[in-house]
């Protein structure tokens, strides 16, 4: 028996929501899990590349996979082993780029090895597993449940989530460079302390975003992409971010520039013709700089996961 799971990309952060908010993307990965048929056969783990995805070659193909990890974890949760089973990843989703490729093959392989198992977790064992294996939920909600999502690790371990409608119109233009950036660098350059009225700044931002998504107050919005916590200190390594945030700032139509995720990926959230109106000059920023970009914009994706 078979069981293979569709699950969109994601971009977390959005500027101030820190490991917290996060959005899905139309944009897939497959995950297929299945029993294999001659005991003792082990793990086995296959990549298949449906687009251009980058790097899919540094994936570990052994227990060191994340897939392996979180369906090794759900198993343990109801007191089992895992022994011999085959992991089929289709790549759709660009790998070490800030779109959430990760979370999207880990929350796949736990809903897959959930439905072969008769399902025995539930949503919220799943999202805590997958956060676990992750580290942050931002990614892992919105890949599960499609959307907007807010997302927060409780004390005890739980993950809460909450889904706010994103207006449609307000589009998602992805800048995909041609180079990758790995999380754990990209985490590696934050502060371990902040200045207290830099937390009060992204306090307040956050609290505010949520306020315009959920009145689809654009011009609120356009106030609420900035950040304090990690883009300036990720600023460095994501070429043409600071450009970016330059060109587009009180741009007719533009509501912000924000680093998607852990980046190098920047996003533009726009209405209207707004990007459109900047696309030349974002090309030639890229140009300068002398780093292809793969543009692409889309509306949110609401479905989240789905079991083919
Ligand atoms: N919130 C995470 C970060 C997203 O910014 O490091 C990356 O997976």
Redesign the pocket.
Same mark, same amino acid.
């Given at each position: 028996m078979k069981v293979s799971v569709r699950v969109p990309a994601t971009t @977390? $952060?959005l500027g101030p929501g820190?490991?917290?908010l996060?959005l899905a993307l139309p944009v897939y990965n497959e995950i297929t899990v299945e029993e294999t048929v001659m005991p003792g056969s082990g793990i086995e783990i296959n990549i298949i590349e449906d687009s251009e995805t980058y790097d899919v070659l540094s994936i570990p193909k052994d227990e060191n996979n994340i897939v392996y990890k979180a369906i090794e974890l759900l198993y343990n949760f109801i007191g089992q082993s895992v022994s011999d089973i085959k992991i089929t990843i289709k790549t759709n989703i660009p790998v070490t780029r %800030?779109l %959430?490729s990760? @979370?999207s093959v880990i929350v796949g392989g736990l809903i897959a090895a959930n439905e072969l198992l008769g399902k025995p977790a539930d949503d919220a064992v799943l999202l805590s597993i997958a956060s676990e294996v992750? %580290? =942050?939920p931002? $990614?892992v909600a919105p890949a599960m449940f499609g959307g907007f999502c807010i997302s927060s690790i409780e004390d005890d371990g739980s993950v809460s989530y909450s889904k706010i409608y994103w207006p449609e119109d307000w589009k998602l233009t992805v800048l995909i460079p041609d180079y990758e950036l790995d999380?754990g660098i @990209?985490?590696s350059v934050?502060p371990e302390n902040v200045p207290f009225f830099d937390a009060a700044y992204n306090i307040r931002k956050c609290a505010m975003l949520i306020d315009a998504v959920y009145r689809r107050d654009s011009e609120l919005m356009k106030k609420c992409l900035k950040d304090k916590l =990690?883009q300036p200190y990720?600023e460095e390594l994501i070429k043409g971010f600071k450009e970016l945030t330059q060109l587009t700032e009180n741009k007719e139509d533009i509501l912000g520039c924000v680093?998607s %995720?852990?980046g190098p990926t920047i996003l533009i959230i726009s209405q209207n013709k707004g990007f459109e109106k900047i696309e030349n000059e974002v090309n030639q920023i890229f140009n300068d700089l002398n780093v292809n970009v793969d543009i692409r914009t889309y509306t949110i994706e609401n479905k989240g996961s789905l079991v083919l």
């Open positions: @977390a $952060n820190f490991d917290c996060g %800030g %959430g990760s @979370a992750e %580290g =942050h931002d $990614n999380t @990209a985490r934050l =990690h990720r680093i %995720g852990a």
